[in-house]
């Protein structure tokens, strides 16, 4: 996406799309502010749309690709909770790398400074839920992959600032009822939530 457009007409363009997002003949792709917005053909042309989605500025496609993979090898047909445990493993890495990483909608300004173009990125909470919701869901009976996960909030809780906590909780709780609600035998469940980083290792 060029900021000419934008720059030439003393105007601010907001994506309305997010980078990643389906989007067909007719969708809005840019709300305007400015005293002259540019012609739609000219803000058209500046944008560079995909057919496919690719991980070089799309933050959540490397996690839903992780995901895929953990939730594909959880399924009856394929039953490799192994495989899951190792995409688990990178989504923990992952987040712990973006855990003190500033989220907000992304300013794109000219040269002179002034900011042309603002596109919005998912924030924390979808991060984590695209993370951890799916692969909860799929692997609650599971124990080689509710131990891994039960790990992976756990460490995060531990390194993550406080304003980043609350997300992270809800899961961990959410972890705590998909097992008791796969699991009858209580042992089976203290089991089963035992943080472990090779899930049953």
């Not at 030439?8 to 917005?37: E, M, N, Q, S």
């Not at 688990?88 to 500033?102: G, N, T």
């Not at 980043?164 to 089976?188: G, K």
């Amino acid at each position: 996406m060029s900021t000419r457009p934008s720059r030439k007409h003393d105007a601010v363009l907001h994506l309305v799309p997010r980078i990643g997002d389906f989007i067909t003949p007719g969708t809005p792709i840019v709300r305007v502010a400015g005293a002259r917005p540019p012609r739609p053909r000219r803000i058209a042309l500046a944008f560079d749309v995909g057919v496919d989605r690719t991980m070089h500025q799309d933050l959540g496609f490397g996690f839903r690709q992780l995901v895929d993979i953990a939730i594909r090898a959880l399924s009856p047909a394929v039953n490799d909770p192994t495989t899951a445990v190792q995409s688990i493993d990178r989504i923990h890495q992952l987040l712990a790398m973006l855990v003190h990483e500033s989220f907000g909608d992304l300013c794109f300004r000219d040269r002179a400074g002034a900011v042309r173009l603002v596109e919005p990125v998912p924030d924390w909470r979808c991060v984590v839920d695209l993370a951890f919701t799916e692969i909860r869901l799929c692997g609650a009976g599971h124990p080689q992959v509710t131990r891994r996960l039960a790990a992976s909030l756990d460490d995060l809780l531990r390194i993550a600032p406080e304003h980043r906590r609350t997300r992270l909780i809800e899961q961990r709780v959410l972890l705590d009822r998909a097992v008791a609600e796969n699991l009858s035998d209580p042992r089976a469940r203290t089991f089963a939530l035992v943080p472990d980083r090779q899930g049953i290792g």
